[in-house]
């Protein structure tokens, strides 16, 4: 197959003729992704994290019906991953790994390793605000943001 005739794009990748030939570049020049500002990425995975809780949160847990469903323990298979979801709740189990992660990225030196502790800070935050653990996740978000606002 000649230059002009090769695929091209994802056909390319796909095929095992292109794909990254270094930091983000594809067959054709960079992605999409690697052309995103990373404060733009940063914002969407957090915007991901936020809308992910609210849909867990909206769709499995609130609705009465549900509820009502899973009482008596003889509800359908996701009733036990649900129970256990809601027992996390309870305990922290979201609020308190963001503040472990905000934490350390207080304590990191300016690297990728602080604004990947404070990504996952501000995810596991928001996740942990909109799923009923506000106390804790409050004061990890308020950490990452503090985190990133250091230089």
């Known amino acids: 197959m000649s230059d002009e005739q090769s695929p091209r794009g994802w056909d390319a990748v796909m095929q095992g003729k292109g794909g990254p030939q270094g930091r983000g570049a594809g067959a ?17 995975l957090v915007i991901g994290a936020g809308l992910l809780g609210a849909w867990i949160r909206f769709a499995a847990v609130e609705p009465s019906w549900i509820g009502f469903l899973c009482d008596p323990g003889t509800g359908p298979w996701w009733c036990a991953p649900r129970r256990a979801l809601i027992w996390g709740f309870h305990e922290g189990l979201l609020g308190l790994p963001a503040l472990a992660l905000a934490l350390g990225a207080l304590a990191c030196g300016p690297s990728r390793a602080r604004a990947a502790l404070g990504l996952g800070a501000l995810c596991l ?13 409050a004061v990890a978000v308020i950490l990452a943001l503090l985190s990133a606002a250091r230089r």
Not at 28 to 44: D, E, I, Y
Not at 125 to 132: A, E, P, Q, S
């Open 28 to 44: 054709n020049g960079p992605t999409v992704l690697s052309r995103l500002p990373p404060v733009a990425l940063g914002l969407g």
């Open 125 to 137: 935050g928001g996740f942990g605000l909109v799923l009923y653990n506000t106390g804790v996740a």
